[in-house]
């Protein structure tokens, strides 16, 4: 039991055992045994704090938030019936019915006031049970609703991170060099690469502050950052993209996979044109987007780079986030080879 549940119990007890107990004394007729009243509310008081600490720690946490109303229901039900009789077995109804031997006892059959009665007498259990059961349920919204709240700050937060780091300065810096060089030797690729960088500055800028974007979209970024780092070398790079031209009429959160590609380019040390290599893949349907990226691992393994990115750690938050329970990330480092697989279902 953990301590904030403990101390509710104990409040719930203090409180609806010490009214039901006192309220027996404070309505007792002038001319009864004041020890009497005084021990029927001792009696009352241990059956209220039978009924509470069934309800908090039992009932409440076994059955009803466990979205099985209907039982809860019925079990507090009969939790009450089932006090209420121990603690005025001699007042139930039925027992005229027996003697205190176990036999049956042939007297009159009980009134249907002796039933009302009863039903009066139940009432410090049920009021108890509902009380209780009423205060718990709403801390239980209340702590839901702090939970949500943090998640959706903690979501916040990561997409700060990712907004302020969507574009890595060390490739921007290196893409600005390569388009100058082109510009330079005059060659009639720079026009095109300029609008590649400007399309991407335009999509991070803009297009990204929605919650999801078109695909294409998404994939148009992928290619053109493919496109323009592979100007850092004019012999041409050993890299493979295999990007599905006409991507059906779907949205995905922005900048999902451009990471895993930055990460390849960083880490797979694809200027070595003999051992270093990149493969790329994306397809997608309505309902499902497979994307897997692998890389080559050059000897000697590499030094992480802190120059800038999102970071695969981030990346893989941000999926938990949003896409709770609907994608599958697989990472997989082998000594040769660096390996990423990612499964995303679209259907919420």
């Given at each position: 039991?953990?301590?904030?549940?403990?101390?509710?119990?104990?409040?719930?007890?203090?409180?609806w055992?010490?009214?039901?107990?006192?309220?027996?004394?404070?309505?007792?007729?002038?001319?009864?045994?004041?020890?009497?009243?005084?021990?029927?509310?001792?009696?009352?008081?241990?059956?209220?704090?039978?009924?509470?600490?069934?309800?908090?720690?039992?009932?409440?946490?076994?059955?009803?938030?466990?979205?099985?109303?209907?039982?809860?229901?019925?079990?507090?039900?009969?939790?009450?019936?089932?006090?209420?009789?121990?603690?005025?077995?001699?007042?139930?109804?039925?027992?005229?019915?027996?003697t205190?031997?176990?036999?049956?006892?042939?007297?009159?059959?009980?009134?249907?006031?002796?039933?009302?009665?009863?039903?009066?007498?139940?009432?410090?259990?049920?009021?108890?049970f509902?009380?209780?059961?009423?205060?718990?349920?709403?801390?239980?919204?209340?702590?839901?609703?702090?939970?949500?709240?943090?998640?959706?700050?903690?979501?916040?937060?990561?997409?700060?991170?990712?907004?302020?780091?969507?574009?890595?300065?060390?490739?921007?810096?290196?893409?600005?060099?390569?388009?100058?060089s082109?510009?330079?030797?005059?060659?009639?690729?720079?026009?095109?690469?300029?609008?590649?960088?400007?399309?991407?500055?335009?999509?991070?800028?803009?297009?990204?502050?929605?919650?999801?974007?078109?695909?294409?979209?998404?994939?148009?970024?992928?290619?053109?950052?493919?496109?323009?780092?592979?100007?850092?070398?004019?012999?041409?790079?050993?890299?493979?993209?295999?990007l599905?031209?006409?991507?059906?009429?779907?949205?995905?959160?922005?900048?999902?996979?451009?990471?895993?590609?930055?990460?390849?380019?960083?880490?797979?040390?694809?200027?070595?044109?003999?051992?270093?290599?990149?493969?790329?893949?994306?397809?997608?349907?309505?309902?499902?987007?497979?994307?897997?990226?692998?890389?080559?691992?050059?000897?000697?393994?590499?030094?992480?780079?802190?120059?800038?990115?999102?970071?695969?750690?981030?990346?893989?938050?941000?999926?938990?986030?949003?896409?709770?329970?609907r994608?599958?990330?697989?990472?997989?480092?082998?000594p040769?080879?660096?390996?990423?697989?990612?499964?995303?279902?679209?259907?919420?």
């Open positions: 039991m953990n301590t904030s549940r403990t101390r509710s119990t104990w409040i719930h007890i203090l409180f055992g010490t009214l039901w107990a006192i309220i027996p004394i404070l309505l007792s007729e002038a001319g009864e045994d004041s020890t009497r009243a005084m021990m029927r509310g001792v009696i009352v008081f241990f059956g209220v704090a039978l009924v509470v600490w069934l309800n908090i720690n039992q009932l409440l946490p076994n059955f009803f938030f466990e979205r099985k109303e209907a039982l809860y229901i019925l079990l507090g039900l009969a939790l009450v019936v089932l006090v209420t009789a121990f603690v005025y077995w001699d007042h139930a109804p039925w027992a005229e019915y027996f205190r031997s176990g036999g049956r006892n042939r007297g009159p059959r009980p009134t249907v006031w002796k039933y009302f009665r009863y039903i009066y007498m139940m009432m410090p259990f049920f009021t108890a509902i009380g209780s059961a009423m205060f718990e349920i709403a801390g239980f919204a209340n702590r839901v609703a702090r939970e949500a709240a943090t998640i959706k700050s903690e979501k916040l937060e990561t997409e700060m991170k990712f907004l302020k780091s969507q574009i890595n300065p060390h490739f921007l810096f290196n893409a600005l060099n390569n388009i100058y082109l510009a330079v030797l005059k060659s009639e690729r720079t026009p095109d690469n300029l609008l590649k960088l400007s399309g991407m500055l335009r999509y991070v800028l803009y297009d990204c502050k929605a919650e999801q974007v078109p695909l294409k979209r998404e994939v148009e970024y992928l290619r053109n950052f493919i496109d323009l780092s592979m100007l850092k070398d004019s012999r041409g790079l050993n890299v493979e993209a295999e599905e031209e006409n991507v059906p009429d779907v949205k995905v959160a922005p900048m999902l996979f451009v990471p895993f590609v930055e990460n390849a380019f960083k880490h797979s040390r694809v200027e070595d044109l003999e051992k270093g290599w990149i493969k790329i893949s994306l397809k997608a349907d309505d309902s499902t987007i497979r994307f897997q990226v692998s890389n080559s691992v050059p000897e000697g393994g590499y030094t992480k780079d802190k120059s800038g990115g999102i970071g695969l750690e981030n990346v893989r938050r941000r999926l938990e986030l949003l896409y709770p329970g994608h599958k990330l697989e990472i997989n480092q082998k040769d080879r660096f390996e990423v697989s990612l499964v995303l279902d679209l259907n919420e």
